[in-house]
């Protein structure tokens, strides 16, 4: 139990039903300054019930409130204030984090439902943008905070691999690819031949037309169409692969908007049923009006299904095989507006669990200050800048560590390491800057900081151990383990936070201020000096490294023994 939870507890006893545990906990502070305790409860809302002064109150609680984890229950004025008891709360501490080890931090909120992350989501035949990078990152990290959090977490990849754009590529694919280029080189020919459409529809607009009937083509299932599409398909996907593969990411689904395809007419059919479509300029929408939002559109007026239409049919879909309890869509910003169309078109279509949708919008990369842009083929390879990472992290270990075993692998750790990092140290919502100099520091809030923290940690450890020396939670008193060890408390608290505000960042943020507070530590205590404390403060070290390589996995980081 967290010492918030006992001490809410501890007060209810003496309480009664004036106020639930909940309540209690909700009220109880962390004080300013460590002379006022470790925790604070106000009095002023029982004052209000009970009609007493807070002051008397507050008295009359510090009387009666005992536990063997409190050094001391003081009053302060209308505050009743808890001083923990160090040797006891850093031993039982240490014991439960040695115990669960990589499970210390598991919340059970979740009872084994199923939440849905639909996130990556590139688009087909175009480069996998630093916006899908972010979209990847923070996407990977909440399907893993969702399943610390005791919910079964579905990956899926909703690829953009329908639209009136592959009428586009095949028309310009038919007229001047070639075949080897692509092979050799998919999606920068394809973008190639992508762009060239454009630039030459704008001469001869009969392009245009051949790219429609194509696209009807492909719709119809035609056997060459339906060929080319799934070969540019195909092409693409193995190199989106390669970038997961690097990152260490994988899915549960790749179910795309193409695999809608035969799944849309019921959607169109129920809308119709419910009274919700209008036409309207010979397309067919569903009016949000009374939202003071533009239509969402469903169909348009030669028939073509639209990607909301494919969302509304990917969340029936979803709803039916997963039974979700949470549909989560890890999405750029700039899409704000559509899934607000799609999630209310779903509440008007009466579906109850339409409330349990929801969009978790991300900021801009920008590179000196502007958006990082994929279009007009100005293209920032991905994996070229992965590349780069991994081999900035080789020349550093090259320079600093030149015997270390397993030397690529460690690179790949830190290098990835440092772009995942990167990401999410920043709340989502915030436009970041890239740079791949400063990503790659070990010094600041940065990945191979906490990565190289941890493995400190381990040669401690790994020192001790060919010495004989055991960890073993004997209490500690002292300031510094003091500090570690309410860094290492504050674990559940984070990923709580993160789960509830689909924020990652708050893990990042948790994990470096454990690094910090390690850090302190190390340079001013002797972990290995024989006395009575060595093997709590070797405990305490061993908790460390637990708490830091979860921490890092949750963001979806490795954590090196040695770098
Ligand atoms: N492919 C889309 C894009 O790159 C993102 C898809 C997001 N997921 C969804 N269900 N709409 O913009």
């Known amino acids: ?67 063997t984890l409190f050094a001391k229950i003081e009053a302060n004025g209308p505050y009743v204030n808890c001083f923990f008891d160090k040797h006891q709360v850093s031993a039982a501490w240490m014991k439960q984090i040695l115990l669960k080890g990589n499970h210390y931090g598991d919340v059970q909120v979740g009872n084994g439902e199923q939440i849905t992350i639909d996130f990556s989501s590139p688009n087909i035949a ?87 009937a194509w696209f009807k083509k492909l719709e119809d299932g035609e056997a060459e169409a339906h060929q080319l599409w799934e070969w540019f398909r195909d092409v693409s996907l193995q190199e989106f692969n390669r970038i997961y593969e690097l990152l260490g990411i994988h899915f549960d689904s790749y179910h795309g908007e193409a695999f809608y395809n035969d799944k849309m007419e019921r959607t169109v059919e129920l809308l119709q049923e419910k009274g919700l479509l209008s036409p309207s300029k ?103 800048v992965i590349e780069e990472a991994i081999e900035l992290a080789a020349k550093n270990i090259e320079a600093k560590n030149p015997t270390l075993k397993n030397k690529h692998e460690v690179a790949k750790q830190v290098g990835v390491g440092a772009i995942i990092f990167q990401d999410l140290r920043h709340e989502r919502q915030n436009h970041i800057e890239f740079s791949l100099e400063g990503m790659l520091k070990f010094e600041g809030m940065t990945g191979p900081y906490v990565q190289y923290t941890h493995a400190r940690a381990c040669s401690i450890l790994a020192n001790a151990a060919a010495q004989a020396i055991q960890p073993s939670a004997i209490g500690l008193t002292d300031d510094y383990s003091w500090a570690v060890i ?24 948790y994990v470096f201020q454990l690094s910090q507070e390690f850090n302190k ?20 070290v061993q908790c460390v490294t637990i708490v830091l390589k979860e921490g890092l996995r949750l963001l979806g980081l490795k954590a090196p023994e040695s770098m």
């Open 126 to 212: 175009k480069p996998f943008s630093m916006g899908h990078l972010r979209s990847t990152v923070i996407g990977n990290a909440l399907a893993n905070i969702v399943e610390k959090c005791g919910y079964h977490a579905v990956r899926i990849n909703h690829l953009g691999d329908w639209g009136t754009q592959f009428g586009k590529l095949i028309t310009a694919y038919k007229h001047w690819g070639v075949e080897e280029k692509v092979r050799a080189n998919p999606i920068p020919e394809l973008l190639k031949l992508y762009v060239e459409f454009h630039e030459k529809a704008i001469e001869s607009p009969a392009l245009e037309d051949e790219a429609r």
């Open 1 to 67: 139990m967290e010492l918030k939870q006992l001490y809410a507890h501890e007060l209810s006893k003496h309480i009664g039903e004036s106020l639930t545990v909940t309540e209690l906990e909700e009220l109880i502070e962390k004080p300013k300054y460590a002379k006022q305790g470790d925790l604070a409860f106000p009095c002023f809302a029982l004052a209000k019930i009970k009609r007493q002064s807070p002051v008397e109150i507050a008295k009359g609680l510090a009387q009666v409130i005992h536990h």
């Open 282 to 384: 010979g397309a067919e929408v569903v009016r949000l009006d009374e939202y003071d939002l533009p239509p969402c559109l469903i169909k348009k007026s030669d028939g073509a299904t639209l990607y909301a239409t494919r969302d509304l049919t990917a969340a029936r879909y979803r709803q039916d095989t997963y039974h979700f309890a949470k549909a989560i869509y890890v999405v750029g910003q700039e899409q704000q507006l559509h899934f607000r169309q799609v999630f209310l078109t779903l509440e008007k279509m009466n579906y109850p669990w339409a409330k349990d949708m929801v969009h978790v919008p991300f900021g801009f990369i920008l590179k000196n200050g502007k958006k990082m842009s994929t279009r007009k083929g100005k293209v920032v390879l991905l994996e070229k």
């Open 486 to 509: 309410k860094q290492l408390m504050a674990f559940p608290n984070a990923i709580e936070t993160a789960f509830k505000q689909f924020e990652p960042s708050e893990i990042a943020k």
């Open 521 to 540: 530590y190390y340079n001013q205590v002797k972990v290995l000096q024989a006395d009575e404390h060595m093997q709590g403060r070797l405990a305490l």
